[in-house]
T-cell receptor, first 114, second 109 residues
Framework: DAGITQSPRHKVTETGTPVTLRCHQT?????MYWYRQDPGHGLRLIHY???????DKGEVSDGYSVSRSKTEDFLLTLESATSSQTSVYFC?????????????FGAGSRLTVL | GQNIDQPTEMTATEGAIVQINCTYQ??????LFWYQQHAGEAPTFLSY??LDGLEEKGRFSSFLSRSKGYSYLLLKELQMKDSASYLC??????????WGAGTKLIIKP
């Protein structure tokens, strides 16, 4: 068990408000990821982190920022939420499994922007 | 561009066998993954292929042909709990994962 928890699990907010999603892991994994999942699309990488204060953009980073001040916490912030950011957000860590770097996902955070 | 194609939805009968195909066009190849995702839950890792051939793991097997840009996931002795979406993902030359949109598998009694 990779010990990943996401909070909040569900959130409804209004357009223009800031939103922060939190991902917490308990096993000291170096790599952490934020994905969004939308119907008809594959999982899309928003941002990832390869260590404390070390982050990089994914394919859909516009409108999102991240921070990692501690190994165990990776925060995703929507500075001013838009309806296009209504989605399910998954945090993930990377760990070695059978010679591959396998992603283990948190339970997801469902965000609705009205 | 990079692309992963898999059928949107498939239906199969409990106890039968089903094959879910995945074709890919990516910038380089560093492995192919299959994940299972039950409705409302997170994806979970099923299998990994980096060399051509078949990898068997219980009722599930995964096949890879790198020359054809093709993989399939084979599920045998289907059970109702196998109703889920199956996600194909390829790691490209930059070690980034490219994901397919997933195949929703419906199992009927």
């Amino acid at each position: 068990d990779a010990g990943i928890t996401q909070s909040p699990r569900h959130k409804v907010t209004e357009t223009g408000t800031p939103v922060t999603l939190r991902c917490h892991q308990t096993e000291n994994h170096r790599y952490m990821y934020w994905y969004r999942q939308d119907p008809g699309h594959g999982l899309r990488l928003i941002h990832y982190s390869y260590g404390v204060k070390d982050t990089d953009k994914g394919e859909v980073s516009d409108g999102y920022s991240v921070s990692r001040s501690k190994t165990e916490d990776f925060l995703l912030t929507l500075e001013s939420a838009t309806s296009s950011q209504t989605s399910v957000y998954f945090c993930a860590i990377s760990e070695s499994h059978s010679g591959a770097n396998v992603l283990t996902f948190g339970a997801g955070s469902r965000l609705t922007v009205l | 561009g990079q692309n992963i194609d898999q059928p949107t939805e498939m239906t199969a009968t409990e106890g039968a066998i089903v094959q879910i195909n995945c074709t890919y066009q990516t910038s380089g190849f560093n492995g192919l993954f299959w994940y299972q995702q039950h409705a409302g839950e997170a994806p979970t890792f099923l299998s990994y292929n980096v060399l051509d051939g078949l990898e068997e793991k219980g009722r599930f097997s995964s096949f890879l042909s790198r020359s054809k840009g093709y993989s399939y996931l084979l599920l045998k002795e289907l059970q109702m709990k196998d109703s889920a979406s199956y996600l194909c993902a390829v790691m490209d030359s930059n070690y980034q994962l490219i994901w397919g949109a997933g195949t929703k598998l419906i199992i009927k009694p």
